[in-house]
């Protein structure tokens, strides 16, 4: 017989943890050291939910170790993995601990794609399990009363636990067994079962009766709000009402304050005060014959209730001759005090003492976001400065191509191609020239529709998941309870539509280059030829011979010296910038401990600054300076001009070279564009299988959760009644009027005289009065007082009750049969009495049946009146 209510664990269904983990440790980290030892842990952590939730659970400490561990784990890589139906997503399924389903379908069961809802069951089977420990320990022992109270305590702390944080961890409505009023009820239990632990062990130390009185009557109180739960709880699962629950706490209740009257009575005799202490003796007394009574079947009170019942008969035995105490009402006493030594344990993690977290070195995830965006921000501030330096470069290019320099102050002999237009050629042609060009315009269109196949391939998948989503979803209508698919790829939608945007603006970019190409590609030919073609496509003029030496054109030549200087400056600032690599991840761990969330943009604006600071400062500084250069330059270029003799073949010489210039710097700019468009194609490739891989993957996942529904759904259907529609029930069965005669007379149904016929509904006794016989104490005790045989006010009916035998010419009817002393319905029937009814008890106007006496019947017709003889003469 029970006494301590356990509770059972749920049970938990297969899942591969390894394969999803692994999966986005190597999308997310870089290969190496650090991935494989991730890896590595990923297989642990499988490997210790098999061990946890994969076998059954001796009910020992170290299963229960197992179990901490397991979720001391779980604990631990929340904040490291992003479990969620569409980024790591594991569907976890767990079974009712309670409802154990039926022949037709299994238990009922929940399949969430939650970290929250595995945590919150094994943490429940974590409390079952230290319940189950709890009641397997020997109470006659301190080390098993300590054991005990201890794990109670614990199971009472998860319990309530969970009931604070369940339905903040799921998306939907929880099991029974996980609800905010089972686990709730739960801790209550397990908090008085504690409580009366210390009862029992303050009573084997023989503690003060006062401390042990508190003690019972606090555990009552614990066990009373328990039942009141019980009670008034309409979401309690039927386990509480069909097992031993609730009777045990009802029973437990009475106990306990059976107790504290007990104890508080003995404080009561060393006070002096005899009365208080029979009256509370006799309520201890009530209360545990009402659990003698009614729960004798879960707990024997046998031991406390002879203990009561002695001390009860001494204290009345003495107050009866010795002190004559008045006894006072139960009302009128005063009410026991409590003192409660237990409370539910907090749940702390590690809950474990041999925990190791198996992802020390991998960082938690909100400071994997904080670098994510950290990086978007030093990424952001570099490409700036890049490109306000390249933007600065190509403007000071430009200018310098528009006044023809420096090829118009080198153009001395006005019949040679002039040493910078010279140096650009050769530049030109050791890059591949115009095949270079044309080779990277061909592949750009081949990496754009990898791309776009890629994207619509993934969009494709989880169009097809949300159809197939939404037909079952108007076939089944409310019971297929589960995120429509439509609400569960918005995000991925709108990173889709983002990846399709970013495509599209590529496609308009390659089309401007492409025009631009088309524009310079004739004179970027020029430029790819050799020496005496090029210096035969630039037309002569007459030399400026006079121009050389003097003061101008020495100016230009510092003022384009010291352009080229801030060019090489710039150069070497890109790549200062480029190589700068800090790691952010020390100074988020530090400011997540510190404060325990993460203000990432005052850090990284912060460090940025910090580290850039001076690298941008010296990009703006070449930017002032370039601005002054140009300045200048334009100036004594003006004076140049003026100086300088001109006529239409030196115009257009000038002209021919100012195109040579500006086509090389097309042409450098082109090639930088194309090979910066074949990067971004190709690292845009590697984003879209990531996305496409998180597609396929929630799509996989969202169909094993699909095939999951569908059979629960299935075993629900199998396990609703077929509703057949059955006939009304008659009316003479239901103790109606006897239903009216059918015009064609149904036979009488035959029976055999060698088999015996099953006896017919047990009648009610006919009643027989006769105003002269005698009632005899049976007749009296049954109701069958004699009355007259011919009276008129007899209310025997004229057929006995039971089935309504037809009655029609040649068919006597059922008999009448008054009820004999000793009488049972079931030894005799119609057709089976060792005597013949009709010679002795006749109906009135009715034929004798079988027929006329025969002779030799051994009972005489009409035999004298005996007294007390229970039948009348008729």
Known sequence: ???????????????????????????????????????????????????????????????????????DQLCSIEPKFPFSENQICVTFTWKDAFDKGSLFGGSVKLALASLGYEKTCVLFNCGALASQIAAEQNLDSDEGLKAAAKHYQFASGAFQHIKDTVLSSLSREPTVDISPDTVGTLSLIMLAQAQEVFFLKATRDKMKDAIIAKLANQAADYYGDAFKQCQYKDTLPKYFYFQEVFPVLAAKHCIMQANAEYHQSILAKQQKKFGEEIARLQHAADLVKTVASRYDEYINVKDLSDKISRALTAAKKDNDFIYHDRIPDLKDLEPIGKASLVKATPVVVPLSQKFTDLFEKM???????????????????????????????????????????????????????????????????????????????????????????????????????????????????????????????????????????????????????????????????????????????????????????????????????????????????ENDLKAINFDMTTKFLTALAQDGTLNEEAISVTELDRIYGSLTHKVQETLKKQEELLTNIQNSHQEFSKMKQSNNESNLREEVLKNLAVANDNFVELVANLREGTKFYNELTEILLKFQNKCTDIVFARKTERDELLKDLQ?????????????????????????????????????????????????????????????????????????????????????????????????????????????????????????????????PGQAPYPGPQQPGYPYPQHPPQQPGYPYPQQ
Not at 750 to 779: D, E, G, W
């Open 715 to 843: 075993q629900s259907i199998a396990k609703e009644p077929s509703a057949p529609s059955f006939p009304s029930v008659p009316a003479y069965q239901t103790g109606g009027n006897k239903p009216p005669a059918s015009s064609t007379p149904t036979p009488a149904p035959r029976t055999s005289v060698v088999s015996k016929p099953q006896p017919p509904a047990r009648p009610p006794p006919p009643v027989i009065s006769s105003a002269n016989a005698l009632t005899t104490p049976v007749q009296a005790a049954m109701g069958t007082a004699p009355s007259p045989a011919g009276s008129a006010a007899s209310t025997a009916p004229s057929q006995a009750q039971g089935p309504p035998y037809p009655t029609y010419p040649g068919y006597s009817g059922y008999c009448q049969m008054p009820m004999p002393m000793g009488y049972n319905p079931y030894m005799y029937g119609q057709f089976n009495l060792p005597y013949n009814p009709a010679a002795m008890y006749q109906n």
């Open 363 to 573: 960082v938690p995830l909100a400071v994997q976001q904080a670098l994510t965006l950290y990086n978007q921000r030093k990424a952001d501030l570099v490409n700036r400065s890049i490109a306000q330096m390249r933007e600065a470069t190509n403007l000071a290019n430009g200018v310098l191509a528009s006044l023809n320099l420096p090829a118009a102050i080198e153009d001395v002999s006005g019949d040679s191609v002039p040493q910078s237009i010279l140096q650009k050629s050769k530049s030109v042609i050791e890059q591949g020239g115009v095949q270079t060009i044309d080779q990277l315009m061909k592949d750009l269109p081949e990496l754009l529709q990898r791309n776009r196949e890629i994207l619509d391939e993934s969009l494709r998948i989880l169009n097809e998941e949300e159809t197939t989503d939404n037909e079952l979803k108007n076939k089944f209508k409310e019971r297929w309870q589960r995120t429509p698919s439509n609400d569960l790829y918005k995000p991925l939608r709108a990173e889709g539509a983002n990846y399709s945007n970013i495509l599209d603006k590529a496609v308009q970019a390659d089309k401007q280059v492409k025009e631009r190409y088309q524009t310079h590609r004739d004179t970027i030919s020029l430029l790819c030829k050799p020496e005496p073609e090029l210096n035969a496509a630039i037309p002569s003029a007459n030399p400026a011979k006079t121009m050389q030496g003097s003061e101008v054109v020495n100016v230009l030549k510092s003022l384009l010296a010291n352009l080229e200087e801030v060019k090489k400056q710039r150069e070497q600032l």
């Open 1 to 71: 017989m029970a006494s301590f209510v356990t509770v059972q664990l749920k049970k938990a269904s297969e899942v591969d943890l390894a394969k999803p983990l692994c999966k986005f440790i190597q999308q997310t980290y870089p290969g190496g050291e650090s991935q494989a030892e991730h890896v590595r842990a990923a297989e642990e952590l499988h490997k210790l939910r098999k061990s946890a939730l994969g076998r059954a659970l001796d009910k020992h400490e170290s299963s229960l170790e197992t179990l901490l561990r397991y979720y």
